[in-house]
């Protein structure tokens, strides 16, 4: 039986094959965008296409998504030449053939100037982000926040049970469980929050002097930047 191998109108790329159709005893072995003539083998990264004659083998760097729309294929590129640069997002092809004149596949580097403004960058949106976030364990022995808010609360606790000579309150912690607290607890638990407070900028300190002491992007790349050891 005769097989006849499709290609795609447009593209002439390789669609798959079918047996020929018989009809009253005869096979049809002329069809529509098909052909007898069977593609070659086509390595990785390549496909197939009908030039109307031939088969020909081209370069095949499309973009393929499973179902879940995951990428499984295809080859990420970038254009110096037209302005890409390390923070420019990938380019991928839309129809067969070589990848453009002057692409590259691995990302245009930063240089040294903008990794380091870069690095500085992502060290104040980390520290921003950890100083709203903050947490301490207190000797108290539960996590409280450790916040410019919380320790302007604790305060405002504090000169209360001061000015009424309240023994004791009821104090909610990080975890939204509520707590009996005395007075010197609560004083305790404020020098806490400050003590946390200075924690980050030292470490923020420590981490800016690390990048602007940095010499290579290789070195800056390699920078951490983290708060976790400081938050509870």
């Known amino acids: ?52 004659a031939i088969w020909e083998c081209v370069e095949d760097h499309r973009r393929r998504l499973d179902a879940t729309g995951t990428p499984q294929s295809g080859t990420a ?39 380091r403004a870069a690095a500085l ?17 207190s000797s108290a022995g539960f996590v409280i926040d450790a916040t410019e808010r919380s320790n302007r609360d604790i305060e405002g606790l504090i000169t209360s049970m001061e000015a009424t000579s309240t023994p004791q309150t009821v104090f909610c912690a990080a975890d939204n469980s509520f707590h009996s607290v005395t007075l010197e ?6 020098l806490e929050v400050i003590a946390h407070g200075q924690a980050l900028y030292a470490r923020k300190w420590a981490l800016r002097q690390a990048i602007e002491a940095a010499e290579t992007v290789a070195g800056l790349q390699g920078i951490v930047i983290s708060f976790a050891e400081v938050n509870a």
């Open 121 to 137: 960058a992502a060290l104040n949106a980390a520290f921003a982000a950890a100083e709203a976030e903050g947490r301490v364990m």
């Open 77 to 115: 590129y970038w254009l110096p030449g037209e302005g890409d640069d390390w923070q420019s997002p990938p380019r991928y092809m839309k129809a067969l053939g070589p990848l453009p004149a002057g692409a590259v596949t691995e990302r245009p580097a930063p240089t040294l100037d903008e990794a």
């Open 185 to 190: 607890q609560l004083r305790a638990m404020r």
């Open 1 to 52: 039986m005769t097989t006849l191998y499709a290609y795609h109108p447009a593209t002439g790329e390789y669609l798959g094959s079918r047996p020929a159709q018989i009809v009253n005893g005869r096979e049809l072995t002329r069809s529509a965008h098909a052909t007898t003539t069977p593609p070659p083998d086509i390595p990785d990264g390549h496909a197939a296409r009908w030039t109307g």
